[in-house]
């Protein structure tokens, strides 16, 4: 686990806040899906949060009686609780629903991957992925995080903020995470690009986070004054992406965008 990750959870679990324990679930949680294998004992979530063996105990105790964790030996991992909650939010979402109905009658993306996301501070969580053919799989699919500044759907919420918030999200010097040597690396550079969105209306991803594969992005608009925080982008190989696609991609995802409307939330 990075330090930095580490750290911000430990953070979040010795805050002051006003339901401690539940806090600490939710950091759990965390720490469990974003473990390689899936699965931690209880040794390292208690070495991951900063707390004591006994009080995590106690949390995935809790936890696997309503059917959030589940165990597995020694081993801890994500209850199936989890994916009936997280299919019955989506289920209510009419935005999931018109976007998989759109997706599958577009000339264009019915043949492409085609994602829709929903920026979270300074990531993007995937909420939902229709998979033309062939399907590029080797790309972020449905509860992925990835880094705003790693994908073209990130740069195109993150580039309809207001220009204050880029600065605050991206100083200059701020080292950015990165996948392939083509990501980019430095909050001075991602403002950058994010002011050559601003001017073409859409965002592409060239080999940035995963070589071979490009990606354009579109933000859903919204009525509100600090921007949208959903926005869809399709993704295709590089070695059969031409100028022509690009062009009539762009243009569906951005009818697809008219058509969600309003983002969630």
């Not at 010097?173 to 002011?195: C, Q």
Request: a negative charge.
């Amino acid at each position: 686990m990075p330090e930095l990750e580490r750290g911000a959870r430990e953070e979040a679990t010795s805050s002051s806040s006003p339901a401690p324990a539940v806090t600490r679930a939710a950091a759990v949680l965390d720490v469990l899906s974003s473990a390689p294998s899936g699965r931690a004992t209880l040794s390292d979530l208690a070495r991951e949060l900063g707390i004591p063996k006994s009080s995590t105990s106690n949390i995935l105790q809790a936890l696997e009686d309503a059917g959030l964790v589940a165990r597995e030996g020694s081993d801890f991992s994500l209850g199936r609780k989890l994916v009936e909650l997280g299919a019955s939010y989506l289920s209510r979402r009419d935005e999931i629903r018109e976007f998989y109905q759109f997706c599958a009658q577009a000339p264009a993306l019915s043949r492409e991957t085609v994602r829709i996301a929903l920026l979270d501070g300074d990531h993007v969580i995937y909420l939902a992925r229709y998979e033309g053919h062939p399907a590029v799989r080797l790309t972020s699919t449905i509860g992925d995080k990835m880094p705003a500044s790693l994908c073209a759907v990130g740069k195109a919420l993150v580039g309809r903020l207001h220009e204050h918030d880029w600065e605050d999200m991206y100083p200059d010097d701020a080292e950015l995470p990165v996948l392939t040597p083509h990501s980019i690396r430095t909050g001075k550079a991602f403002k950058e690009e994010l002011h050559r969105i601003k001017d073409q209306g859409y965002a592409f991803e060239d080999e940035e986070s995963t070589l071979g594969v490009v990606c354009l992005a579109v933000p859903v608009p919204t009525h509100g004054a600090h921007g949208p925080n959903l926005g869809v982008s399709v993704t295709a190989l590089k070695a059969t992406f031409t100028e022509e696609h690009k062009a009539a991609m762009v243009g569906e995802l951005q009818q697809l965008a008219r058509a969600l409307g309003n983002p969630m939330g």
